[in-house]
């Protein structure tokens, strides 16, 4: 079995066979010219009379013999590429055979256009040399995510050494770039420049050699209309190389924060005619910004976040690595404006922008894509010279559909691991020791954990697959696809054949996204549905874990129980112990008659053991329990009432005496030596305890009597006896209710306030 060869071997045999497209492609324009001289000589060397049999007209006396192609200071005719066309060989329907013809698409060569639907004005020219790339590190004022993707190159003092593309360590893997620099010319077909790149070139170098020069020969016959620049895993000097030669057409600045600003996916196309900066005037970009498992052989960059080096290195089985990454496709229009937009917004007010600026889409035009993806899953046959490209918006839009396409893909494989992941295996079914696994958690938390992880993980990728999907469709509207949008990309003559062919191609160009986003929507809903299944296994793994816990309860709570049995069986075998040591105790003081006998140490233990043993066996039942609880109130009932009948005896004796001493200060009979009878006073004394001692019996018993009873019983007390209705009266007022009858109900008093309630009354009463 053959082994399966490595991605830098697929990479390179990608490279020649480019290479080798390109010979191709150069002889057949080599061909081409041959053929065109030899027509041109034809008339030359075998003249034919025109029509009268006259000299030849002025028109056709120009057309005399050209000098060879490869000769200089020539000028070719505005029309040798349409005879060049009328002579090339034809299929069985007509149409002309050439190197991009439809033998595979089944479809008419891109070649049989007319050049005026292609671009025709050339790019404008520059170069640059690695000092002008260190001077531009050195010079440039970088912003915050500039700097952070630039720093291994500019603050570790890289810029001083001689060589700055150098041979990066073993264990450095976040920098294995590939590029794809294409230059496009008048016929719309890209040509790659890796035939510019020196062989044995190191990947930086090569991407290098690549982008440092544009139309640098003034006497090529194929000058780029366009350039389509891809660079995959760029180092940080291929960063700052990208920022040096791109600043002219694109902020650079700002291309570099929607690499490393973490965000959602977003079309920064809509608007941007009003910008005070004319290369954003002239930009549009497309960011993406998602996640993407990294592969072997393969690190995320500083910059990206991702598992620890250490995880990503040491990767655990049941684990997915997971790095977020971004890319951003952008294109500009060179060239004047063609026309001035009115701003009338109270924004564009505010900010004296009060006009914007729209290109010409058939401008010359640069397409720029930086990809940081840590895996191999990005498509390497984008662009090839098979391809034909009418203007800027067209490459600029096929390269979004790749990017599209590529997402899918990424958000597919993840969809699909995290999948295998949480799904059970199809033998669970006849393995009980793997049921258990996943219906009872383990006290590692695993499957917790695992379902956790891949639930939350999807609701990312969803969020991530809908940033996409709506930038699109708020973005790329029909008004876009038909030229009728008033900024972007907008036709200004609609029936002309030119603009006739962009929209026919333009509809094509939309059923491939529409196909995507049909493909997005529906991996969108695969998520929605695989989340589901998760919180379904993660409810009856809940489940399955609370029953396994109840049941495991159950058992502590009989193992409580009988913990408990034996702990009263021991209280039992300790209560028959405690009355015979206390007697035992007792007779063994030293002060005790030497003299004893077991009889009355016997009837001692009985008297003691016996109601001890009865006390204590009625109160571990319910009805002893209440049974004793109602002895112990009524025990503290009849306290408080003895307090309460002595409290108010003395009160009453001090009352008559205080009474009496003001009767006989005030009533002259007292002064004569006239008193009242012994017999009357006793008589009175007698009934007024007799009403205090009923008031406070019903007091303690919890019912009230009503006020106007108690004060016509009183009252009868000094009946007949004006003399003593003060000492009467003083009499009764101590006599108040304890407790209240509202409403048929008694309020309940504790024993303490029953305790300390009648020291209180008495205090008052004093007082």
């Known amino acids: 079995m053959s082994a399966v060869p490595s991605v830098a071997e697929l990479l390179k ?24 001289e030899a027509l041109v000589q034809a008339p030359a060397s075998n003249p034919t009379p025109g029509p009268s049999g006259g000299p030849p007209s002025t028109k056709s006396a120009k057309k005399q013999r050209r000098r060879s192609t490869q000769e200089t200071k020539t000028e070719r005719p505005a029309d040798w590429i349409a005879k060049a066309k009328s002579d090339r060989p034809k299929d069985a329907d007509g149409r002309p055979l050439t190197l991009g013809s439809s033998v595979i698409t089944g479809e008419s060569d891109e070649s049989d256009v007319e050049e005026e639907f292609y671009v025709q004005k050339p790019l404008p020219s520059y170069t640059f040399d690695h000092e002008n790339l260190r001077d531009h590190l050195k010079k440039h004022k970088f912003n915050e995510h500039g700097q952070e993707l630039l720093k291994t190159e500019v603050d570790h003092g890289r810029l001083l050494h001689p060589t700055l593309f150098r041979e990066y360590p073993s264990d450095e893997k976040w920098h294995n770039s590939h590029y794809s620099v294409f230059d496009v010319s008048k016929d719309g077909a890209p040509l790659s420049r890796s035939e510019v790149v020196e062989k044995g070139s190191h990947i930086d170098s090569a991407i290098w050699q690549a982008i440092q020069n544009l139309n640098t020969d003034p006497e090529s016959q194929r000058p780029a209309v366009g350039r389509i620049t891809i660079v995959r895993e760029p180092s940080p000097i291929i960063l700052g190389a990208l920022h040096m030669t791109m600043n002219k057409d694109f902020n650079m600045d700002e291309l570099f924060d929607y690499l490393a600003k973490g965000d959602h996916s977003q079309a920064h196309v809509l608007g941007r005619n009003f910008s005070h900066d004319h290369r954003e005037q002239r930009s549009f970009v497309f960011k993406f ?155 590692e938390f695993t499957y917790s954990r695992r379902y956790f992880w891949g639930f939350q993980t999807l609701g990312l990728m969803r969020d991530g697959i809908k940033a996409i999907i709506d930038a699109y469709e708020k973005t790329f509207t029909d008004d876009v696809w038909e030229g009728k949008h008033k900024t972007l990309w907008p036709m200004m003559d609609e029936r002309s054949k030119r603009n006739e062919h962009y929209k026919k191609r333009m509809a094509h160009l939309k059923k491939d996204f529409e196909k995507i986003i049909k493909d997005l929507y529906r991996l969108a809903d695969d998520n929605d549905e695989r989340r589901k299944e998760i919180r379904t296994l993660r409810d009856q793994l809940f489940n399955g874990t609370s029953v396994l816990e109840s049941r495991k309860s159950v058992e502590l709570s009989t193992v409580t129980i009988l913990q408990g049995h034996n702990i009263k069986l021991l209280t039992l075998v300790s209560i028959f112990f405690l009355p015979l040591t206390f007697v035992t105790s007792v007779f063994g003081m030293t002060d005790m008659p030497s003299h004893h006998f077991f009889k009355y140490f016997a009837v001692t233990m009985t008297t003691v053991c016996i109601p001890f043993f009865l006390l204590i066996g009625s109160l571990n039942t319910t009805s002893g329990m209440e049974f004793w609880r109602g002895k112990w109130h009524d025990f503290l009932d009849w306290i408080q009432f003895w307090r309460s009948t002595h409290q108010d005896d003395a009160s009453v004796r001090s009352d008559e005496h205080t009474t009496r001493r003001r009767s006989m200060s005030i009533d002259p009979s007292w002064s004569r030596g006239r008193r009242p009878s012994v017999s009357k006073g006793q008589r009175e004394s007698i009934v007024s305890m007799t009403t205090l001692v009923k008031g406070r019996a019903n007091s303690s018993a919890g019912h009230s009597q009503p006020r106007k009873e108690s004060g016509i019983e009183l009252a009868q007390v000094s009946e007949g006896e004006s003399a003593n209705s003060t000492a009467a009266k003083t009499a009764t007022q101590p006599v108040t209710p304890v407790a209240s009858a509202e409403n048929g109900t008694t309020n309940k008093i504790s024993w303490f306030d029953k305790l300390t309630g009648g020291r209180k009354r008495s205090e008052e009463h004093n007082v």
């Open 289 to 443: 910004d998602y996640f993407t498992i990294v592969e072997d052989d393969v690190q995320p960059m500083p910059w990206q976040q991702s598992d620890s080096e250490e995880k990503l290195r040491n990767k655990p089985l049941d684990h997915i690595p997971l790095s977020r990454c971004s890319s951003v496709v952008a294109l500009s229009l060179s060239g004047e404006p063609m026309k001035r937009l009115r701003n009338n917004t109270r924004k564009a007010r505010k900010e004296h922008n009060d006009h914007g600026l729209i290109f010409d889409p058939w401008a010359p035009w640069h397409v720029v894509n930086i990809q940081c993806y840590p895996d191999h899953k990005a498509s390497l046959d984008i662009h090839d010279s098979t391809k034909h490209y009418v203007n800027g918006p067209e490459a600029f839009l096929h390269t979004v559909l790749a990017e599209f396409q590529d997402a899918e893909k990424r958000f597919a494989q993840i969809y699909r691991r995290i999948s295998k992941l949480v799904t059970p295996p199809s033998d669970f079914m006849f393995d009980g020791g793997l049921r258990d696994k996943l219906l009872f958690e383990d006290d």
């Open 13 to 36: 045999k990608l490279d020649e066979q480019q290479q080798a497209l390109g010979k191709q492609q150069q002889a057949y324009w080599q061909t081409l010219r041959e053929v065109h």
